[in-house]
Structures are given as structure tokens and as C-alpha cells.
């Protein structure tokens, strides 16, 4: 099946905060003398879509078609409609969210600036046969639809007044609507989405419902992440705004801890618009929010009862591959609270945090990635995120902190210990699964990035740029007690080992060789230079210096017990407390275990 060939828009204004464009209503009809046994409907959105075929809804899940960079990757996704039309006139109707593709929301990471940037367009093909196609083109009409704001970090404004009663029907009567303007082409490869969709996974009801500021605190008692479904007998005109947080301070709920990443007023908000009469449901599509509760204001008491919000929790679509349980009830907690977070943190791709930034960090992925293929089936996920980040890789052979991004995240945020995700992703999935196409997929850009670092050693032979060990315990999160040289080269290291296994495991034994040498540089130099072989102590001094050491594998086996030793004295020092940011939690349980 061919790919459209042309993107068409409502509007060229991209809008924001200050000016709120409304999301588009784009139609299109056509006409069969035949419905034909197969039809294939191919549709992208920039960034979001909703399809419908003659009025029934057919998307795949939640913000489809996939989070993305669209000048690297334009995202498809393709249905099989044919049961869905019929002699005579048909309609495509699309209503399109803002997403990735205008995501102003973004500004701290720069999302405001890519060069990708533009008003929500859309493409679609409907192939009925080898000789006939139905296309995006100036003969679709558009007109506002009653989203009247969203954005995929703040939120989503609907005006129920401004519906428009089927619009995405044959039948209507759409003169009054303007034509569609020809959008500019997305320079991303064109590509159909295999992640697994977002879907609602179960609804939370209220466990309590307190007055507060005005309006009423809905406690879901869960912290996990989606939206909030709204169903209200309301007055014509009434509005109703919703704000989701996941914080009490002293009694209340504050949205405060988003700090300076969203402006006043917009910290994960819906806001709704009665039409009056009778009964009102909404749910917003276009964005999501982490969040245990919702303070909703502009109801009455009466209004404000526990049918009046449910909690629709969402997260990509992932089978369960594991589950664990023990006699020691803090560790099933632990174990419950380690699967939530990752569900709440996994919408296509693993994110660092589904209430604050909704960024793809690399790190966050990295250090989870093992225990996500333990509990889940994220295989598809990764891979399409792989093919993201692959793309994200600059001519230098540098990775970003974040993926998608648009320039940001290649000078600050990266770094060896957060890039290793190019490697870890394919090495744990393959160790897992025994599927090699993750490897064949990604070997020659995981090549491309040891000859990265291999370029960039400084004069002691050590890696020395990028984050560190991140959020240690009451620390400043990027003033880490372990040096950065020491713990990047040992991750520089730890990338050489999986790559040349990797490499050996396809046959590559050129690069397999190539790998081996870089860590057996890294290690030698680590070993003259960081490690202090009269104490057995790694340079820092601390908890995730000598964990690290010891760990991957820099001490010498007949080392390693002396080592410990002076592990657990570190451990002593802080009376038995974490002194480790991500680096060292990754592994220092690991090591307790090992020695018993």
C-alpha cells in the first residue's frame, strides 16, 4: 500500500498559551457504486488524530498514531474498513490534536522551537482496489471542532456548545465549511506504527471526596496515570475545570511540585463547557495526566457526587509476561508499586514521569529495562522507540537525553550512563526473548557510538562528559558524590561488553574485536587511575563508586571480597542508609545479595 501523498491543515497558526486555536474537524466524502471486500485506510496525524468512517470511530487507542519527531519518523497507522462502507456517498472524518507535532507545552525541553513545528495536519489513503485510491486533498473541508485547546502536557478545553451534530457523516451538509489548505510535507521516513496502542487498562472510583479552595477533592487512591471521565447533568453554560495532581501539602492538594514546567493555570487542566439539559459525558483524547487526585470546581454540592468523575487509566497496551509474590509483604508492596510506576510511566515508550515532564529519558529506560522484561512483554514498544532513537543519533555518533526531541538534549541530559539505552534495550530483550532481530536492528548504530566514545577518551584514556549518578539521596541531583569520569567510564565499559557480545552473537567478530578493545582500555586506565589497589577503594569514596567497581567488574574476582568489605563499611558510615542516586541503586542490591 502506498503512502499518501499529500498533508493538509485547517490553519497555518500554530497558537498557544496566549492564543487558543481550536483542534480541527477535517471531512472528506466519496462515492461507491460497489462496496468492495477489502479497503485499506491509511492515516497519519500530526500530531494526534481521531478517524471515524461514516461515522464510527475506528482509532487504535489513546493520542494515536505515536509520540514522535516527525522529521525523523511519520507515523501511519492502517485499518481494514470495508465492513464499514456502503453504496453511495461514504465520509472520512478526522479530528486532529496538536501532540508532539505542536507540543508548546514543551518549552522547558525546547519543543516550542523544533523545526518540525506546525499546525496539526493530516494525510490518509483508502485503497478499495489496484486501480483506485481516495486521498487528503484540497477537497477536504474543515471547521473547528469543539476542543477549543489541547496540549499534550497541560490539557484539554472542550465546549460541548460548539459541537457540530454529524459532522462526520455522509449526509451533512458541509458548504459552510472552508477547504483545506496543503500543508508542508513532514521530512520524516514514512513508517506504520507497530508499538502497542494506548488503551484504558481499568476504572478507579472515588474513595473520598472533601471540600477544598471552592470546589472538591477526589481522592482515586491510586497514583498511576490517564484521565478523568466526566459525566454531568449540567447547566447551559456551566464550567467545569478539573485540575489532577498527585501531591498533599499540609491537607491539600498542590500542583506546585510541576514547578516552572508548566505555566499558572495550565498544570494537567480539563476544562469543560455544558451544553445543559440533558446528561454530558466527556473524555479528554488528546492528552494524558499522573495523578492520584482531582480537585473539580464550578460544581454544586449536589453535582459533586462519586459518579461525577471516574478515573480512566491508561498506559501501551503490554501483555504480562511475569509476576511475583513472597512472604514478606514489603517486598509485594514494592514489587506492586515497581509494576505501577513503570504501566504509569510507559505510553509508547518508557517516560521518566507521567505528572511533570512526560519526556522519553533514556537513563529512566535503561535502569528499568530489565525488570519491565520481567514483568511485561514491552518487545514491540522497544523496538519502535529503538528506530526513534536511531534516527535521533547525530552525524557525530551522539545520542540526546531524551527521545523524541527536537535540537535539545545532545549538550546536557545525555551522556554514556543515559546513551547506554541504545545497547541495553536490544542486549536484555535479546538475553529474554531470544529474538536476534533486535540486534540485527541496532548493531551498526550501537557500532557507530563505541566509535563515539572511542573518539572522545580523554588524556587518562576515560570517558569524562555527561550526567552522572543521578538524584542521589539528599543530594542535589547533578552534584553526585561519584565522579563522573569514574562512574561514565565504567558505563562506557559496561557498553563495550554488551556490544561485543551483541557483535558476537551476529557474526560481526571485526567488531566484536573492536568492542573488546575499548573496554579492555577503559578497565586497564579505570583500574591505573580510579581505583586505589593498596585500600581496594574506588575514586568518590562512596556507596555507588564501589558498588559500580565491583559490579561491572573493574576489581579482579580475587579483589572483589576486600572490596565488599569496604562497601559495607561505607554502608556502616551512613548507618545503614542509600547514599546512591540511579547508578548505584541499579546495582548495589544485586551485590548484597551476591555476597550473602
Known amino acids: 500500500m502506498e503512502f499518501p501523498k499529500l498533508f493538509v491543515a485547517a490553519t497555518r497558526e500554530t497558537g498557544g498559551f496566549e492564543q487558543h486555536i481550536p483542534a480541527p474537524c477535517l471531512r472528506k466524502t466519496f462515492t461507491l457504486e460497489n462496496v468492495p471486500h477489502k479497503a485499506d485506510f491509511l492515516i497519519s496525524g500530526l500530531g494526534f488524530y481521531e478517524a471515524f468512517i461514516n461515522g464510527t470511530r475506528i482509532t487504535k487507542g489513546h493520542m494515536a498514531p505515536y509520540i514522535s519527531n516527525s522529521d525523523h519518523i511519520v507515523y501511519f497507522d492502517r485499518y481494514e474498513i470495508a465492513s464499514l462502507l456502503r453504496e453511495g456517498k461514504n465520509c472520512v472524518g478526522v479530528v486532529l490534536g496538536n501532540g508532539m507535532q505542536n507540543a508548546f507545552g514543551g518549552y522547558v525541553w525546547d519543543f516550542d522551537k523544533t523545526a518540525f513545528r506546525s499546525a496539526p495536519k493530516a494525510a490518509f489513503r483508502l485503497e478499495l482496489d489496484e486501480d483506485t485510491a481516495i486521498e487528503s486533498d484540497v477537497s477536504v473541508k474543515t471547521a473547528p471542532s469543539p476542543i477549543v485547546f489541547n496540549e499534550l502536557r497541560c490539557g484539554e478545553f472542550y465546549d ?36 502497542d496502542p494506548i488503551l484504558p487498562q481499568r476504572e478507579l472510583r472515588t474513595v473520598s471526596i472533601t471540600e477544598q479552595d471552592g470546589g472538591y477533592l477526589y481522592d482515586f487512591g491510586e497514583n498511576c496515570t490517564g484521565v478523568t471521565r466526566l459525566r454531568i447533568q449540567g447547566e447551559p453554560g456551566q464550567v467545569v475545570t478539573i485540575g489532577h495532581g498527585e501531591w498533599m501539602h499540609r491537607g491539600k492538594l498542590d500542583l506546585h511540585n510541576f514547578g516552572h514546567f508548566y505555566p499558572e493555570g495550565y498544570w494537567q487542566k480539563t476544562q469543560y463547557t455544558c451544553r445543559g439539559g440533558e446528561e454530558e459525558v466527556y473524555q479528554p483524547g488528546f492528552t494524558y495526566y499522573g495523578f492520584q487526585y482531582a480537585l473539580v470546581q464550578g460544581v454544586t454540592k449536589e453535582q459533586a457526587t462519586p ?14 509476561n511475569g509476576s511475583f509474590r513472597c512472604s514478606d509483604e514489603t517486598a509485594n508492596i514494592l514489587q506492586s508499586m515497581c509494576r505501577r510506576s513503570t504501566l504509569a510511566n510507559f505510553l509508547y515508550f518508557p517516560t521518566d514521569c507521567p505528572h511533570r515532564e512526560k519526556n522519553g529519558w533514556t537513563g529512566d529506560a535503561s535502569v528499568s529495562c530489565e525488570h519491565t522484561l520481567l514483568n511485561l512483554v514491552p518487545e514491540k514498544s522497544y523496538r519502535e522507540w529503538l528506530h526513534n532513537i536511531r534516527k535521533a543519533m547525530n552525524e557525530k555518533g551522539q545520542l540526546p537525553g531524551v527521545v523524541p526531541t527536537g535540537d535539545w538534549g545532545y549538550h546536557w541530559g545525555n551522556g554514556p550512563c543515559w546513551d547506554q539505552v541504545l545497547t541495553t534495550l536490544p542486549y536484555f530483550t535479546y538475553l529474554y526473548r531470544g529474538d536476534k532481530a533486535i540486534l540485527e536492528e541496532n548493531a ?63 557474526g560481526m567478530e571485526n567488531k566484536r574485536q ?31 563508586s564501589q558498588a559500580m567497581a565491583i559490579y561491572y567488574d573493574v576489581f ?41
Open 307 to 320: 459518579e461525577l468523575l471516574t478515573y480512566v487509566v491508561l498506559n501501551s497496551n503490554l501483555a504480562e
Open 444 to 506: 551498526t548504530a550501537i557500532f557507530r557510538y563505541l566509535v563515539y566514545l572511542d573518539e572522545n577518551l580523554n588524556k587518562q584514556g576515560l570517558i569524562d562528559f555527561g550526567l552522572g549518578d543521578w538524584v542521589q539521596v539528599s543530594r542535589e541531583a547533578h552534584k553526585p558524590t561519584a565522579p563522573v569520569e569514574l562512574t561514565n567510564s565504567i558505563m562506557s565499559m559496561e557498553i563495550a561488553r554488551m556490544a561485543a557480545y551483541i557483535f558476537g552473537e551476529l
Open 514 to 544: 573492536f568492542a573488546l578493545r575499548l573496554q579492555e582500555t577503559l578497565r586497564a586506565n579505570l583500574r591505573k587511575y580510579k581505583i586505589d589497589l593498596n585500600t581496594m577503594t574506588a575514586a568518590g569514596n562512596c556507596q555507588t
Open 160 to 195: 460541548a456548545n460548539k459541537e457540530i451534530a454529524g459532522w462526520n457523516l455522509p449526509e451533512f451538509d458541509d458548504s459552510a465549511w472552508e477547504n483545506a489548505l496543503i500543508a508542508e510535507n513532514p521530512r520524516g521516513e514514512r513508517r506504520i506504527c507497530e508499538a
Open 556 to 596: 579482579e574476582p580475587g579483589e572483589k571480597r576486600a572490596a565488599m568489605d569496604v562497601l559495607l563499611k561505607l554502608i556502616d558510615e551512613k548507618d545503614g542508609k542509600f547514599d546512591v542516586g540511579m547508578l548505584g541503586f541499579r546495582v548495589l542490591f544485586h551485590l548484597l545479595s551476591q555476597f550473602g
